[in-house]
């Protein structure tokens, strides 16, 4: 079946300009999560997604960062007034929560964002 | 401060021999482990996992180990494959909803 979809996968922005990343996770997949990647460092965690919960913000580097999620399905991650060091990665995950000890997390390939 | 850290940036291993990757921790709340694989441009994919109830699990070509006491965790790899060349990260998580994740190891094996 269709894995984790990411759009677009590479962006190259001014600084200053915002942006919307965005996220088609796994059909009947309730979590979905976001984390980045900045270069030569390990996944930072971003936000997370259960169902219709509140998300889980705490990942979160600033108010410049928000995030998304219509219908229960698709993700959109906005980034306000982009900056140098906002230049990474950015991987969305999903999960079926299945309320098990853990649940496995599939990846989408990622989006590169690239601030000059 | 990071909570799982990979000291090893990279590591290079002839064809058919093992490849150890270390990971360390230091939240004792940690109570699941992960190893994923990333090859360039893809998501990291899943290759396995441990709970801290166990101090080993097994599959195929891949064991990971858990030292608890020494807050440590090790992927083995044998025999490596020139396929098995990617970036290894090792993941933890404390029951909450989120992956903490180390640095990466780059893993490279030489036919």
């Known amino acids: 079946g269709a894995g984790v979809s990411q759009s677009p996968s590479n962006k190259v922005t001014e600084k200053g300009k915002d942006v919307e990343l965005r996220c088609d996770p796994i059909?009947?997949?309730?979590?979905l999560y976001w984390y980045r990647q900045s270069l030569g460092q390990g996944l930072e965690f971003l936000i997370y997604?259960?169902?219709?919960?509140?998300?889980?913000k705490s990942g979160l580097p600033s108010d410049r960062f928000s995030a998304e999620r219509t219908g229960g399905s698709v993700s959109t991650l906005t980034i306000q007034r982009t900056q140098q060091e906002d230049s990474a990665v950015y991987l969305c995950?999903?999960?079926?929560?299945?309320?098990?000890?853990?649940?496995?997390?599939?990846f989408g390939p990622g989006t590169r964002l690239t601030v000059t | 401060d990071q909570q799982v850290k990979q000291n090893s940036p990279s590591l290079s291993v002839q064809e058919g021999r093992i490849s150890i990757l270390n990971c360390d921790y230091t939240?004792?709340?940690?109570?699941?482990f992960l190893w994923y694989k990333k090859y360039p441009a893809e998501g990291p994919t899943f290759l396995i996992s441990?709970?801290?109830?166990?101090d080993k699990n097994e599959d195929g070509r891949f064991t990971v180990f858990l030292n608890k006491s020494a807050k440590h965790l090790s992927l083995h790899i044998v025999p490596s494959q020139p396929g098995d060349s990617a970036v290894y990260f090792c993941a933890a998580n404390n029951a909450g909803n989120m992956l903490t994740f180390g640095g990466g190891t780059r893993l490279m094996v030489k036919p």
């Open positions: 059909s009947g997949h309730t979590a």
């Open positions: 441990i709970s801290s109830i166990k």
């Open positions: 995950a999903s999960s079926l929560r299945t309320g098990g000890v853990f649940d496995e997390q599939y």
């Open positions: 939240n004792s709340m940690f109570d699941y």
């Open positions: 997604f259960q169902g219709n919960s509140a998300p889980d």
